[in-house]
């Protein structure tokens, strides 16, 4: 299966903590995605890394990309409550669609 | 901007019956448009590619005589499951790409829950 893998399966922490969830897969790719999902909606785009870039900012998220090893990190920086949700990634091997990976369960406690 | 709609949200109908799912691009048009669907607590496999003016491609495994998808539109796209049996039930989310923006950026939708009883 060309599915990605995402690790951990869930993940709880405390506000103000740092998240750290990883991505990989085993194709070529032009680019990788990060997704949330809260509880019975659809997808959020976060963030988009491409294939020639290693690292990426935006607001309290972080992505890294090793393409050598075919995996990503995000890392969210003083969680919230509100980050509470699933997060995925998703990858595309330049064909338009997206494959998504096995995704990260984060519940953000008070 | 970038915002996908669908409808309805939740629909539950009895086995042997169709049902259609509507995706809709709000504020932009989209050639191209995916069907995904969802099982609790599971990722998201994609179902089918939905080209406007073209036949939908299928990903393997997908019935396309149970899966009908019309892109009749750049702003819509509609899935019908025919003859839905209880198995059919899950959560089916649509995504569009903005066609005049060169992203590979997929924007989805809210979701769509079928109960089939």
């Known amino acids: 299966s060309q599915q990605g893998e995402e690790d951990p399966q869930a993940l709880s922490i405390q506000e103000g903590e740092n998240a750290t969830m990883n991505c990989s897969y085993k194709?070529?790719?032009?680019?990788l995605q990060w997704y949330r999902q809260n509880s019975g909606r659809g997808l959020v785009h976060l963030i988009l890394?491409?294939?020639?870039?290693r690292e990426k900012h935006s607001g309290r998220l972080r992505v890294t990309l090793d393409t050598s090893k075919k995996s990503s990190s995000l890392l969210i920086t003083a969680s919230r409550a509100a980050d509470t949700a699933s997060y995925f990634c998703?990858?595309?091997?330049?064909?338009?669609?997206?494959?998504f990976g096995t995704g990260t369960r984060l519940l953000v406690s008070p | 901007g970038a915002v996908v709609s669908q409808h309805p949200s939740w629909v539950i109908c009895k086995s042997g019956t169709s049902v259609k799912i509507e995706c809709r691009s709000l504020d932009f048009q989209a050639t191209t448009m995916f069907w995904y669907r969802q099982f609790p607590k599971q990722s998201l496999m994609l179902m089918a590619t939905s080209n406007e003016g073209s036949k939908a491609t299928y990903e393997q495994g997908v019935e396309k005589d149970k899966f009908l998808i019309n892109h009749a539109s750049l702003t819509l796209s509609t899935l019908t499951v025919t003859s839905a049996h209880p198995e059919d039930s899950s959560f089916y989310i649509c995504?569009?790409?903005?066609?005049?923006?060169?992203?590979?950026?997929?924007?989805f939708g809210p979701g769509t829950r079928l109960t089939v009883l």
């Open positions: 998703g990858f595309n091997t330049g064909f338009q669609k997206l494959v």
């Open positions: 194709t070529s790719i032009n680019n």
């Open positions: 995504s569009a790409r903005d066609s005049e923006r060169s992203t590979d950026t997929q924007y």
């Open positions: 890394i491409r294939s020639n870039e």
